[in-house]
């Protein structure tokens, strides 16, 4: 009788006090492909967890150092530990005592003695069950991630819309204050050609004018030119887009 799925490689773990019934029950694990490893005491099965944590605990109820029933609880207790599948093997077939040890949290709770068939049958359920778990766990981490790359790419598409739609108000912008403000920088640099015989005060304002259209147009230009959103805190809560370039050249900054 062949009972392993298609991949027979999972480890077990034997607990078991007794040196002809685990060499009975590794034999039989063997004849179906798992690896199985026996230990005689809790203290031991302890030390086999921690260093290498199984895919099954096989654990005997009556134990020399303890109850196997105080190690079920250990496990079940610990978050990274509480998916490992226990199935308790015990001479004691009352009722009672296979609800307790139920309730330690154990997968399966298997009288003594039992038929191999029956046991092979309950490893594979443990293990089908633990198999279940991890590919429902591994699905769920993909969802996350494809989540994630989901919402990702839906920001970049709105970043990108919003750019689009400044570049489209830039082209806007500048087909209606172009014209009219080279009509403004034009006048303003002709009467500055003179400026020698124009009052100190009005040669002044005159520069401040022309400072100012071209400080406009450099603006519209960087709308228009815009290719990555950027911005910057205007108040406290409150951001605008940051229209000024990451590395000014030497010597900008747009005066006349």
Known sequence: ???????????????????????????????????????????????????????????????????????????????????????????????????????SGADDYIPKPYHSEELLARVYGCLRTLALKRELRHKAEELTQKNQELVAAQERIIRMERLAAIGEVGLAIRHEINNPLGTILGYAQLLLLEAKSLPE???KRLEAISRGAVRIRDVVRRLEELREERTVEYLPGVSMTDLHPKDPEPGGGGKA
Request: proline residues 7%; aromatic residues 2%; negative net charge.
């Open 201 to 203: 005060e009005v040669r």
């Open 1 to 103: 009788m062949t009972l392993a799925g298609p991949d027979a490689r999972e480890r077990i773990l034997l607990v078991e006090d007794s040196p002809m019934q685990a060499a009975m029950v590794s034999e039989l694990l063997a004849q179906q492909g798992y690896e199985s490893r026996w230990e005689a005491t809790l203290a031991k099965a302890r030390e086999a967890i921690r260093d290498s944590p199984p895919d099954l605990l096989i654990l005997d109820r009556i134990l020399p150092d303890g109850d196997g029933e105080q190690l079920c609880r250990e496990i079940k207790a610990d978050p990274a530990m509480r998916d490992l599948p226990v199935i308790i093997l015990t001479a004691r077939d009352r009722v009672e005592e296979r609800v307790e040890g139920l309730r």
